[in-house]
């Protein structure tokens, strides 16, 4: 088994590697960030809807037929866990810091879901698995700008805001190659497709409701801005021709070919 995960592990250690890299980008001007970090939440907002809409979700239709129904539940999910935080922490005292749990913990899900990718992915066949780690590579640098700039839109100072956001964005990667390497040949299309629906529902909900709340503050014109370059760098990384040999989005065509082809 340990053999199995060399690549996988190799890949998620990359994928964190990239995403620290957008970490340390922000965190470096932490008094900047923090200042701005409203705006950064709203472009983070913009990535999220569009990384969803046309990464996640057209391959959570893909590969399961109950997509719609566990979107849905992904999305009610992330409601109802704000809901209990704010039932846990009604006011005062740490009810700032916690409102950052629930968007937080969904980069951290959809980070962990990227790791059980990778290890599916070269099970199936390497070069399937090569295919889905350089599309997935590609949303992994602004996962670390999305959660530092949330932790410290929620009052964690600058130290707190890039280990809290590492562990959430980067470590949870190689943790869910980890965790998910014993059962990877187990793991059908289906599987994954309900894991993609479910993160897509969940990140749905972040980027319209908590990511949103700079809306109240910000001038319309910089929160279209900061809103419209999160939609655009978005939809440069969708964009990008490095599905492999043939078209597609999210995991490569060949990818998600291997993928069907597991099934008993």
């Not at 913009?46 to 979107?71: K, N, Q, Y």
């Not at 992904?74 to 749990?101: K, T, W």
């Not at 700008?145 to 964005?169: D, E, K, P, S």
């Not at 419209?228 to 043939?246: D, M, Q």
């Amino acid at each position: 088994m340990l053999q199995s995960m060399q690549a996988p592990l190799f890949f998620a250690l990359i994928a964190a590697f990239v995403t620290s890299i957008g970490l340390i980008a922000v965190a470096a001007r932490g008094d900047w960030s923090e200042r701005h970090s409203g705006l950064f939440a709203l472009a983070a907002g913009g990535m999220l809807v569009t990384l969803s809409l046309l990464h996640i979700t057209p391959e959570a239709f893909a590969l399961s037929r109950h997509a719609p129904a566990l979107i849905l539940t992904g999305f009610l999910g992330g409601l109802m866990l704000s809901f209990l935080v704010r039932a846990v922490f009604p006011e005062g005292g740490d009810a700032g810091q916690a409102a950052a749990i629930t968007p937080v913990m969904a980069v951290a899900t959809h980070a962990f879901i990227d790791g059980i990718i990778y290890s599916v992915t070269f099970a199936a066949s390497f070069s399937s698995g090569v295919y889905a780690a350089a599309s997935l590579l590609l949303h992994k640098f602004p996962e670390g700008v999305i959660a530092f700039a949330i932790l410290r839109r929620h009052g964690f100072a600058n130290r707190q805001a890039f280990l809290l956001a590492f562990l959430a964005a980067a470590a949870t990667t190689p943790l869910g190659v980890i965790a998910s390497a014993p059962f990877m040949y187990g793991l059908g299309p289906e599987t994954i497709g309900a894991l993609f629906a479910l993160s897509a529902g969940l990140l749905l909900y972040v980027a319209t409701g908590p990511l949103m709340e700079p809306l109240k503050e910000e001038t319309p014109m910089r929160s279209f801005l900061a809103l419209g370059a999160g939609v655009g760098i978005a939809i440069l990384i969708a964009t990008l021709p490095v599905h492999g040999p043939e078209k597609g989005h999210g995991l490569s065509p060949l990818a998600s070919h291997d993928l069907l082809d597991m099934v008993p």
